[in-house]
Every structure is written in C-alpha cells, then in structure tokens.
C-alpha cells in the first residue's frame, strides 16, 4: 500500500511537471541552431547580447528576468544567449551592431521586431514578449521605442541563408549554412 501510494503520488507529481512552463527557459547559444529552432517551431526568437555567464539576466535593470517574463519565454520563444565575452559570441553580437541588449524576431526569426541597446526593466521586458510573441510579419522594426522601416538591405540583418562555404556542408541543416554580415 505505501509503494502504490508512493507511486501515484510519483506520477501525479510527474504529470503535473510535465505541463508546467519551467521557472527559467531553456537557452540556446548557437545562433544558427536557434535559427532552424525557431522555423521548425514557427516561433520567434529572443536574443540576448551580453557578457558572462547568465549574461541574459543583466539585461533587466534589476538582474532577474521576472516569473510572467520567463513563461512568455519558455512557451513562445526561441530563447539565445550571446555571450560577446566569447569569441564566437562576439562575432555574432557584431553582426547585430550590437554589444549589449535585446533583439526579438518575428516568427521564424527572418525578420527584427524590436532592437534595444542596453537594458529593460522587468515590465518593458514583459510588455515587449507580449507584444512580439505572434508576430508573423513585421511592418516596421521598432528602436528602443521609436519605429524604422524592416525593409532595410539584407546586409542590415545578421544572417541570411548562403551555400555551403569550401564545399563543406556536413554540419549545415538541410545543406544551407548561415553567413554574418558585418
């Protein structure tokens, strides 16, 4: 009797687990990958650019990235940590043009919803993933607040589709590899 109990309480447990949003979203931090995540998903991504380890918290004016904020990101979006520190970082957060802050995507990440340099407080970071979370086309890019037109030139975006550099496309999805523009 106290094995079945322990059990179904085990499984209760497990159930329950299993549909809960995790207190934290699960981050990317390779860029490309997060690119065929979020196509495969038809989500958007958000991209944090900052520097050290959890680097994505120092971007909220307080460091913590609140509850509300954190759900919004583990349902409705790609989530990538560019850690600029790293070599490999710094090469992408040069191709966004930026060495801190926030960029979010529409869905399938091909085009740039919104750009801020620097920090957010807690209620922009969550009033932003809202407003972004379904966009499927973006009209105009927003700037920290003022609004531009998206349909600037391709080199103005950080990554577009190319062909395989020397020939080599083992590790690239579907053949095609991803190019950063500077």
């Known amino acids: 009797m106290i094995l079945s109990t322990t059990l ?5 447990g497990g159930l329950v687990a299993a549909g809960s949003v995790p207190a934290q979203p699960a981050w990317q931090n390779d860029y490309g990958k997060a690119l065929v995540q979020s196509a495969n998903l038809k989500k958007p991504i958000a991209v944090f650019i900052a520097q ?18 954190a759900k919004l990101l583990g349902q409705s979006y790609v989530c990538l940590y560019v850690d600029a520190a790293t070599p490999a970082g710094k090469e992408v957060a040069e ?6 802050g926030l960029v979010l995507s529409n869905k399938g990440g091909t085009q740039q919803a919104l750009r801020i ?9 969550t009033g932003y993933l809202t407003r972004y979370a379904g966009a499927s086309q973006v009209a105009q890019t927003e700037f920290a607040g003022a609004s531009q037109p998206s349909a600037a ?26 190019r950063y523009y500077r």
Do not use: H, W
């Open 95 to 100: 191709s966004f043009r930026m060495t801190r």
């Open 52 to 69: 050290g380890g959890e680097g994505y918290t120092k971007l909220v004016k307080d460091g913590t990235i609140p509850a509300d904020a």
């Open 153 to 178: 030139p391709a080199n103005q975006y950080p990554v577009i589709r190319s062909s395989c550099p020397n020939g080599n496309c083992g590790s690239c999805p579907n053949g095609n590899c991803y």
């Open 117 to 125: 340099e620097g920090q957010v407080s807690q209620s922009e970071l």
């Open 8 to 12: 179904a309480t085990a499984l209760l």
